[in-house]
T-cell receptor, first 116, second 109 residues
Framework: EAGVAQSPRYKIIEKRQSVAFWCNPISGHATLYWYQQILGQGPKLLIQFQNNGVVDDSQLPKDRFSAERLKGVDSTLKIQPAKLEDSAVYLC??????????????FGPGTRLTVL | GQNIDQPTEMTATEGAIVQINCTYQ??????LFWYQQHAGEAPTFLSYNVLDGLEEKGRFSSFLSRSKGYSYLLLKELQMKDSASYLC??????????FGKGTMLLVSP
Protein backbone atom coordinates (compact mmCIF):
# COMPACT_ATOMS: atom_id res chain seq x y z
CA GLU A 1 0.00 0.00 0.00
CA ALA A 2 1.46 3.36 -0.99
CA GLY A 3 1.92 5.84 1.82
CA VAL A 4 1.09 9.52 2.06
CA ALA A 5 2.88 11.42 -0.70
CA GLN A 6 4.02 15.02 -0.40
CA SER A 7 5.83 17.40 -2.70
CA PRO A 8 8.10 19.18 -2.86
CA ARG A 9 10.35 17.69 -0.17
CA TYR A 10 12.30 20.91 0.24
CA LYS A 11 11.57 24.53 -0.59
CA ILE A 12 13.56 27.69 -0.03
CA ILE A 13 11.90 31.06 -0.58
CA GLU A 14 12.36 34.64 0.45
CA LYS A 15 10.00 36.34 2.85
CA ARG A 16 6.88 37.81 1.30
CA GLN A 17 6.94 35.21 -1.49
CA SER A 18 4.21 32.62 -1.95
CA VAL A 19 4.54 28.85 -1.71
CA ALA A 20 2.27 25.84 -2.15
CA PHE A 21 2.56 22.29 -0.90
CA TRP A 22 0.78 19.25 -2.23
CA CYS A 23 -0.39 16.09 -0.47
CA ASN A 24 -1.85 12.84 -1.75
CA PRO A 25 -3.24 10.72 1.11
CA ILE A 26 -3.42 6.95 1.33
CA SER A 27 -6.08 5.70 -1.05
CA GLY A 28 -9.49 5.52 0.60
CA HIS A 29 -8.59 7.63 3.62
CA ALA A 30 -11.40 10.07 4.29
CA THR A 31 -9.59 12.33 6.72
CA LEU A 32 -6.60 14.50 5.88
CA TYR A 33 -4.52 16.67 8.21
CA TRP A 34 -1.92 19.38 7.71
CA TYR A 35 0.56 19.95 10.54
CA GLN A 36 3.34 22.47 11.06
CA GLN A 37 6.41 21.20 12.89
CA ILE A 38 8.94 23.82 13.95
CA LEU A 39 12.41 22.52 14.72
CA GLY A 40 12.58 21.00 18.19
CA GLN A 41 8.82 20.93 18.68
CA GLY A 42 5.98 18.51 18.13
CA PRO A 43 3.60 18.81 15.17
CA LYS A 44 0.87 21.42 15.49
CA LEU A 45 -2.40 20.83 13.65
CA LEU A 46 -3.18 23.53 11.09
CA ILE A 47 -6.26 22.11 9.43
CA GLN A 48 -8.25 18.87 9.26
CA PHE A 49 -10.47 17.80 6.36
CA GLN A 50 -13.05 15.06 6.30
CA ASN A 51 -13.60 14.26 2.63
CA ASN A 52 -13.68 17.77 1.13
CA GLY A 53 -15.08 19.57 4.18
CA VAL A 54 -13.11 21.40 6.89
CA VAL A 55 -13.48 19.86 10.37
CA ASP A 56 -11.01 22.02 12.29
CA ASP A 57 -9.01 25.04 11.15
CA SER A 58 -8.87 26.84 14.46
CA GLN A 59 -5.05 27.05 14.45
CA LEU A 60 -4.65 28.02 10.81
CA PRO A 61 -3.37 31.63 10.39
CA LYS A 62 -6.05 32.48 7.90
CA ASP A 63 -4.59 35.87 6.97
CA ARG A 64 -1.75 34.11 5.14
CA PHE A 65 -2.47 30.37 5.07
CA SER A 66 -5.09 28.61 2.99
CA ALA A 67 -5.83 24.99 2.20
CA GLU A 68 -8.22 23.11 0.02
CA ARG A 69 -9.23 19.54 -0.76
CA LEU A 70 -11.62 20.08 -3.63
CA LYS A 71 -12.37 16.51 -4.69
CA GLY A 72 -11.90 14.90 -1.30
CA VAL A 73 -8.57 13.31 -2.25
CA ASP A 74 -5.48 15.49 -2.88
CA SER A 75 -4.92 18.64 -0.89
CA THR A 76 -2.85 21.80 -1.25
CA LEU A 77 -1.63 24.13 1.48
CA LYS A 78 -0.62 27.65 0.48
CA ILE A 79 1.23 30.42 2.30
CA GLN A 80 0.96 33.92 0.92
CA PRO A 81 2.98 35.92 1.86
CA ALA A 82 5.54 33.89 3.78
CA LYS A 83 7.23 35.14 6.94
CA LEU A 84 10.50 34.07 8.51
CA GLU A 85 8.63 32.30 11.32
CA ASP A 86 6.94 30.01 8.78
CA SER A 87 10.20 28.09 8.40
CA ALA A 88 9.22 24.58 9.46
CA VAL A 89 8.39 21.12 8.20
CA TYR A 90 4.84 20.84 6.90
CA LEU A 91 3.48 17.36 7.47
CA CYS A 92 0.44 15.86 5.82
CA UNK A 93 -1.29 12.90 7.45
CA UNK A 94 -4.35 10.83 6.67
CA UNK A 95 -6.54 8.40 8.56
CA UNK A 96 -9.04 5.84 7.35
CA UNK A 97 -11.87 6.75 9.72
CA UNK A 98 -14.23 9.65 9.90
CA UNK A 99 -11.86 11.91 11.76
CA UNK A 100 -12.22 10.65 15.31
CA UNK A 101 -9.20 11.51 17.39
CA UNK A 102 -8.77 7.81 18.17
CA UNK A 103 -7.93 7.04 14.53
CA UNK A 104 -4.30 6.26 13.81
CA UNK A 105 -2.81 8.91 11.58
CA UNK A 106 -0.32 8.01 8.86
CA PHE A 107 2.18 10.75 8.08
CA GLY A 108 3.87 11.73 4.86
CA PRO A 109 7.59 12.57 4.66
CA GLY A 110 6.92 16.30 4.97
CA THR A 111 8.02 19.43 3.12
CA ARG A 112 10.86 21.34 4.73
CA LEU A 113 10.31 25.06 4.14
CA THR A 114 13.05 27.61 4.69
CA VAL A 115 12.09 31.28 4.51
CA LEU A 116 15.05 33.65 4.10
CA GLY B 1 -6.69 22.31 24.82
CA GLN B 2 -4.13 20.19 26.56
CA ASN B 3 -0.61 20.68 27.88
CA ILE B 4 1.71 17.79 27.18
CA ASP B 5 5.07 17.67 28.96
CA GLN B 6 7.93 15.31 28.25
CA PRO B 7 11.71 15.53 28.76
CA THR B 8 13.65 17.20 25.96
CA GLU B 9 16.30 14.55 25.61
CA MET B 10 17.58 11.31 27.07
CA THR B 11 20.62 9.13 26.52
CA ALA B 12 21.03 5.40 26.99
CA THR B 13 23.34 2.61 25.92
CA GLU B 14 22.72 -0.22 23.52
CA GLY B 15 20.99 -3.19 25.20
CA ALA B 16 19.67 -1.11 28.08
CA ILE B 17 16.09 -0.23 29.06
CA VAL B 18 14.81 3.34 28.94
CA GLN B 19 11.56 4.90 30.12
CA ILE B 20 10.26 8.10 28.53
CA ASN B 21 7.68 9.89 30.64
CA CYS B 22 4.79 12.10 29.56
CA THR B 23 2.39 14.11 31.68
CA TYR B 24 -0.74 15.82 30.48
CA GLN B 25 -3.74 17.79 31.67
CA UNK B 26 -6.65 15.49 32.32
CA UNK B 27 -9.51 17.75 31.25
CA UNK B 28 -11.37 16.32 28.30
CA UNK B 29 -8.86 13.55 27.91
CA UNK B 30 -9.72 10.48 25.85
CA UNK B 31 -6.51 8.57 25.18
CA LEU B 32 -2.81 8.92 24.53
CA PHE B 33 -0.65 8.16 21.49
CA TRP B 34 3.08 7.57 21.17
CA TYR B 35 4.82 8.21 17.84
CA GLN B 36 8.45 7.67 16.81
CA GLN B 37 10.15 10.17 14.53
CA HIS B 38 13.61 9.64 13.07
CA ALA B 39 15.50 12.76 12.04
CA GLY B 40 14.17 14.13 8.78
CA GLU B 41 11.40 11.55 8.57
CA ALA B 42 7.68 11.39 9.26
CA PRO B 43 6.29 10.32 12.63
CA THR B 44 5.22 6.68 12.75
CA PHE B 45 2.61 5.22 15.10
CA LEU B 46 3.83 3.20 18.08
CA SER B 47 0.92 2.84 20.48
CA TYR B 48 -2.42 4.15 21.70
CA ASN B 49 -3.62 3.78 25.29
CA VAL B 50 -7.13 4.52 26.42
CA LEU B 51 -7.34 2.18 29.44
CA ASP B 52 -5.13 2.29 32.52
CA GLY B 53 -2.28 -0.16 32.56
CA LEU B 54 0.58 -1.47 30.50
CA GLU B 55 0.33 -2.55 26.88
CA GLU B 56 3.23 -4.49 25.45
CA LYS B 57 4.28 -4.72 21.81
CA GLY B 58 7.55 -6.53 21.41
CA ARG B 59 10.41 -4.39 22.72
CA PHE B 60 8.11 -1.39 23.22
CA SER B 61 5.51 -1.02 25.97
CA SER B 62 3.29 1.90 26.87
CA PHE B 63 1.68 2.65 30.22
CA LEU B 64 -1.18 4.95 31.13
CA SER B 65 -2.57 6.23 34.42
CA ARG B 66 -5.62 8.37 33.77
CA SER B 67 -6.01 9.43 37.40
CA LYS B 68 -2.44 10.73 37.50
CA GLY B 69 -2.39 12.23 34.00
CA TYR B 70 0.73 10.21 33.31
CA SER B 71 2.06 7.92 30.64
CA TYR B 72 5.37 6.36 29.79
CA LEU B 73 6.95 4.56 26.87
CA LEU B 74 9.30 1.73 27.82
CA LEU B 75 11.93 0.59 25.34
CA LYS B 76 13.79 -2.64 26.09
CA GLU B 77 16.95 -4.11 24.56
CA LEU B 78 17.81 -0.79 23.02
CA GLN B 79 19.28 -0.78 19.54
CA MET B 80 21.15 1.97 17.74
CA LYS B 81 18.20 2.37 15.36
CA ASP B 82 16.02 3.40 18.31
CA SER B 83 17.78 6.77 18.33
CA ALA B 84 14.90 9.07 17.42
CA SER B 85 12.44 11.57 18.81
CA TYR B 86 9.49 10.07 20.70
CA LEU B 87 6.31 12.12 20.59
CA CYS B 88 3.54 11.87 23.15
CA UNK B 89 0.13 13.08 21.85
CA UNK B 90 -3.07 13.59 23.80
CA UNK B 91 -6.41 12.80 22.29
CA UNK B 92 -9.16 15.08 23.56
CA UNK B 93 -11.91 13.26 21.73
CA UNK B 94 -12.64 16.30 19.57
CA UNK B 95 -10.84 15.12 16.42
CA UNK B 96 -7.62 16.86 17.39
CA UNK B 97 -4.35 15.54 18.72
CA UNK B 98 -2.09 17.74 20.84
CA PHE B 99 1.53 16.72 20.52
CA GLY B 100 4.27 17.25 23.08
CA LYS B 101 7.61 18.68 21.96
CA GLY B 102 9.11 15.23 21.74
CA THR B 103 11.91 13.49 23.62
CA MET B 104 15.12 13.03 21.64
CA LEU B 105 16.61 9.65 22.58
CA LEU B 106 20.25 9.02 21.78
CA VAL B 107 21.42 5.42 21.99
CA SER B 108 25.18 4.98 22.22
CA PRO B 109 27.27 1.83 21.75
Amino acid sequence: EAGVAQSPRYKIIEKRQSVAFWCNPISGHATLYWYQQILGQGPKLLIQFQNNGVVDDSQLPKDRFSAERLKGVDSTLKIQPAKLEDSAVYLCASSPGQGASTDTQYFGPGTRLTVL
Amino acid sequence: GQNIDQPTEMTATEGAIVQINCTYQTSGFNGLFWYQQHAGEAPTFLSYNVLDGLEEKGRFSSFLSRSKGYSYLLLKELQMKDSASYLCAGDSGYSTLTFGKGTMLLVSP
